[in-house]
């Protein structure tokens, strides 16, 4: 279980990471990796870089953990490393792969995965070759590769055909990246939009200045779930690399599921709740589906009900609804993507 609003679960293959960017600033998986690490928690006992990470919070791969979604039964929507980011540059292909094969095991699940580094997702699970194959061959192969008991990658429980029983991209994953102001929306969205996904989503958190996502949030090409693009799509009205129709046209919406928040915490930085006005309309003009998630440490010092701040009340983060202005309450999910 976890407290995260938008998930059920949470799932953590890798932990460890190093901060890239603005929103890194107060990173609270770090200063839990911190408290773990003092606790003897066995997961956090390697430290990273102090220029860029901190104790307990190197990127460390964890192969036992691979195996916990074949345990569990009810289908449950889980968050892939709440304590690190899965694309970082020092996860191993074949451990992406390991982790990709799980979920593929396991379509009863829906998989949330949440990266700063789109651009390597992009590159890894969309990517080509020179051979001719179709983008995203070679690491499905790699997947199927990890459910060959004879492999020196093979994750105990697979089952080897998973190349023949599952779509690519997988239905049951999302895939999303964080942008916490404008720069990085502009730097990121276009590589998640590479990225083969069967839901593409944002989060919009710690949001720490004002967004303007109107045209980002609307495809301008015809794009497919694979991440192909086609600039003509009514004259090939199919992806040439997968055959399937095209995900998205001219004018639909490229992101499915935006996530909007807050920072909460030790140093927190002010949230303007128009800011989630503005983007609750944006998603809606576009066909995205918007969550607000919280409004923030500061705001929840700063704003009254019934005579008392909401922290006062107990929501120290601003992330109980009943405090909200009514407009705000909106926590909606993706319709999720058909990928045949």
Same mark, same amino acid.
């Given at each position: 279980?976890?407290?995260?609003?938008?998930?059920?679960?949470?799932?953590?293959?890798?932990?460890?990471?190093?901060?890239?960017?603005?929103?890194?600033?107060?990173?609270?998986?770090?200063?839990?990796?911190?408290?773990?690490?003092?606790?003897?928690?066995?997961?956090?006992?390697?430290?990273?870089?102090?220029?860029?990470?901190?104790?307990? &919070? /190197?990127?460390?791969?964890?192969?036992?953990?691979?195996?916990?979604?074949?345990?569990?039964?009810?289908?449950?929507?889980?968050?892939?490393?709440?304590?690190?980011?899965?694309?970082?540059?020092?996860?191993?292909?074949?451990?992406?792969?390991?982790?990709?094969?799980?979920? /593929?095991?396991?379509?009863?699940?829906?998989?949330?995965?949440?990266?700063?580094?789109?651009?390597?997702?992009?590159?890894?699970?969309?990517?080509?070759?020179?051979?001719?194959?179709?983008?995203?061959?070679?690491?499905?192969?790699?997947?199927?590769?990890?459910?060959?008991?004879?492999?020196?990658?093979?994750?105990?429980?697979?089952?080897?055909?998973?190349?023949?029983?599952?779509?690519?991209?997988?239905?049951?994953?999302?895939?999303?990246?964080?942008?916490?102001?404008?720069?990085? /929306?502009?730097?990121?969205?276009?590589?998640?939009?590479?990225?083969?996904?069967?839901?593409?989503?944002?989060?919009?958190?710690?949001?720490?200045?004002?967004?303007?996502?109107?045209?980002?949030?609307?495809?301008?090409?015809?794009?497919?779930?694979?991440?192909?693009?086609?600039?003509?799509?009514?004259?090939?009205?199919?992806? /040439?690399?997968?055959?399937?129709?095209?995900?998205?046209?001219?004018?639909?919406?490229?992101?499915?599921?935006?996530?909007?928040?807050?920072?909460?915490?030790?140093?927190?930085?002010?949230?303007?709740?128009?800011?989630?006005?503005?983007?609750?309309?944006?998603?809606?003009?576009?066909?995205?589906?918007? &969550?607000?998630?919280?409004?923030?440490?500061?705001?929840?010092?700063?704003?009254?009900?019934?005579?008392?701040?909401?922290?006062?009340?107990?929501?120290?983060?601003?992330?109980?609804?009943?405090?909200?202005?009514?407009?705000?309450?909106?926590?909606?999910?993706?319709?999720?993507?058909?990928?045949?």
């Amino acid at each position: 279980m976890t407290a995260i609003q938008w998930t059920e679960q949470t799932w953590n293959p890798t932990t460890g990471c190093d901060r890239i960017s603005d929103g890194c600033d107060n990173c609270y998986a770090m200063t839990m990796a911190k408290r773990l690490k003092g606790m003897g928690s066995a997961k956090y006992q390697t430290d990273g870089d102090p220029r860029t990470s901190g104790p307990g &919070f /190197a990127l460390t791969t964890h192969p036992d953990t691979l195996t916990e979604p074949l345990r569990w039964k009810k289908p449950r929507k889980v968050f892939v490393n709440s304590m690190s980011d899965l694309f970082h540059a020092r996860v191993p292909r074949d451990f992406l792969a390991q982790v990709f094969a799980v979920m /593929a095991a396991t379509p009863q699940h829906t998989y949330q995965i949440l990266t700063k580094r789109p651009e390597r997702a992009a590159r890894i699970l969309g990517g080509g070759c020179k051979c001719g194959h179709p983008n995203g061959e070679h690491f499905r192969a790699s997947m199927e590769w990890a459910a060959t008991s004879h492999s020196p990658t093979y994750v105990p429980g697979l089952e080897h055909g998973i190349y023949h029983r599952t779509n690519w991209p997988l239905p049951n994953v999302w895939i999303g990246t964080s942008v916490e102001n404008q720069k990085y /929306a502009d730097l990121r969205i276009p590589a998640l939009l590479k990225t083969p996904a069967a839901v593409r989503f944002l989060s919009c958190e710690p949001m720490i200045g004002p967004l303007n996502l109107g045209k980002a949030l609307r495809s301008d090409l015809y794009r497919c779930s694979c991440g192909a693009w086609e600039r003509d799509g009514d004259q090939h009205p199919r992806c /040439a690399d997968c055959g399937r129709s095209w995900s998205w046209k001219p004018g639909s919406s490229a992101i499915d599921w935006v996530i909007i928040g807050g920072e909460s915490g030790p140093g927190a930085r002010p949230f303007n709740p128009q800011w989630a006005a503005d983007l609750i309309e944006d998603s809606r003009r576009a066909g995205a589906a918007p &969550f607000v998630k919280q409004l923030g440490s500061v705001w929840a010092r700063n704003w009254t009900v019934n005579g008392k701040t909401v922290a006062a009340h107990g929501d120290t983060k601003g992330g109980d609804p009943q405090y909200w202005p009514a407009h705000l309450r909106v926590r909606e999910y993706p319709a999720e993507q058909q990928v045949a």
